[in-house]
């Protein structure tokens, strides 16, 4: 994984043809790197230059039984199945309230984490998309299962409306769709020490583990309820 700031004069087509070879990449790589609309790029913009596999791949599938639901693939199944978050984005880039209240609820997890930013203090319930309301109980339940409560050490956080830490396109945190655990020995760019029962836990469940991604935006503290992006 590279990441590129967008200069003058740059198009995704002319981007894509100096990384891939191949300028007619440029919708896809308009996906990956959230841009609804690929002739609408700016100066300064930091966006994503996946391997070109990661940005063929196929949309994932979901194991039989372990969700019902699908792992949408890309941005536009992002919106397809979470809701277009970009409608409820104010002209001044804050988020209006109607996004919340419309698509945000609390999964409510078998057994208490203690928060990353405040240890003493311990997080039950978690903000999350509504669709994944109870898919996120399911992992934690799971991952109790399989007697792998005490490799959850603390919890990063879930909901967040932000733009990821790599570059200018919004986090899937931002849908309610990704959740960061163990933060303080999983940090970005590292190998980390997820637990592999972890992340199969989630991964049974349609998870993608940031720890597979590459390069700088390795990050073995994320799973995330999407792939492609």
């Known amino acids: 994984m590279q990441t590129y700031t967008i200069q003058s004069n740059d198009t995704l087509a002319k981007i894509a043809a100096r990384f891939y070879n191949d300028g007619s990449l440029y919708r896809k790589l308009a996906q990956y790197n959230g841009i609804t609309n ?15 596999n990661d940005l063929l791949a196929p949309a994932a599938v979901t194991p039989v039984g372990a969700s019902g639901l699908a792992t949408p693939h890309g941005l536009s199944e992002i919106l397809a199945t979470f809701g277009n978050i970009y409608n409820y984005i104010a002209a001044d880039g804050t988020l209006k309230a109607g996004w919340e209240s419309n698509y945000i609820e609390r999964a409510t997890l078998p057994f208490p984490i203690p928060l990353s930013w405040d240890l003493a203090s311990k997080v039950t319930r ?50 309610g769709i990704a959740i960061d655990l163990n933060p303080q020995t999983n940090a970005q760019g590292t190998a980390g020490n997820m637990h592999p029962g972890v992340v199969a836990a989630f991964q049974k469940f349609g998870f993608k583990w940031g720890g597979e991604f590459q390069g700088a935006s390795r990050d073995p503290m994320h799973f995330q309820f999407c792939t492609g992006y």
């Open 38 to 52: 690929p002739n609408r790029i700016f100066l300064g913009q930091r966006i994503e230059i996946p391997a070109k």
């Open 126 to 175: 978690i903000q999350c998309h509504k669709k994944l309301k109870e898919i996120f109980a399911a992992v934690f339940e799971e991952i109790d299962t399989q007697r792998l409560r005490g490799e959850i050490l603390t919890y990063g956080g879930c909901y967040n409306y932000r733009a990821k830490r790599t570059s200018s396109k919004l986090s899937a945190h931002s849908w």
